[in-house]
């Protein structure tokens, strides 16, 4: 899907606050409500707004540590890596799971109370996964950086005489 400055404006604007009425949307991009209203819609049925949710902060729910968790498994055949896959998506702790390349197989971002926690999932969901053949664990101590995703110079938007 081509997007056009229009289009990257209403994005921002949903990335800041996904809340905002079309009446503020289209304030902030230069065009009235139903044009947003038609964009929005057409970028959600393309799938490049997949989504809104609810930033909530994790140590407001007892979330107090993030652990990154390096995987390396056994096998590399397709099954493992399914299986493996399908395993991680029922532990809710398990935040985002990535294949990587490199010496390890899979970077894994766990939310947890505290290191009892820790060591309590490890046991009774991580290392229950067949076919782990090592791993290590990082707790954060501080995040650095977090932020949305950047839109300037975003891929396939086309030049501004195609625009609109």
């Known amino acids: 899907m081509n997007l056009d400055k229009f289009d990257l404006a209403i ?6 606050n996904a809340r905002a009425s ?3 949307i289209g304030a902030a991009v230069g065009l009235s409500s139903t044009p947003c ?3 929005i819609k057409r970028m959600e049925s393309a799938g490049v707004i997949r989504g809104y949710t609810v930033d909530i902060d994790p140590a407001s729910l007892g979330f107090m540590d993030t652990v990154i968790v390096h995987v390396t498994l056994e096998s590399h055949s397709e099954e493992t890596l399914y299986e493996f896959g399908r395993a991680l998506a029922q532990i809710p702790e398990v935040l985002e799971a990535f294949l990587v390349s490199g010496d390890y197989d899979y ?34 101590l501080r ?15 086309p030049t501004a005489a195609n625009a609109i």
């Open 11 to 16: 994005l921002k604007v949903l990335q800041q």
């Open 22 to 24: 079309l009446n503020d």
């Open 37 to 39: 209203w038609n964009r």
């Open 107 to 140: 970077y894994i971002r766990i939310a947890v109370r505290d290191t009892r926690d820790y060591e309590r999932l490890l046991r009774e969901q991580l290392y229950r996964i067949p076919g782990i053949r090592h791993s290590k664990s990082c707790f954060v």
């Open 143 to 157: 995040r650095l950086k977090e932020t949305m995703l950047p839109l300037t110079g975003a891929a396939n938007v």
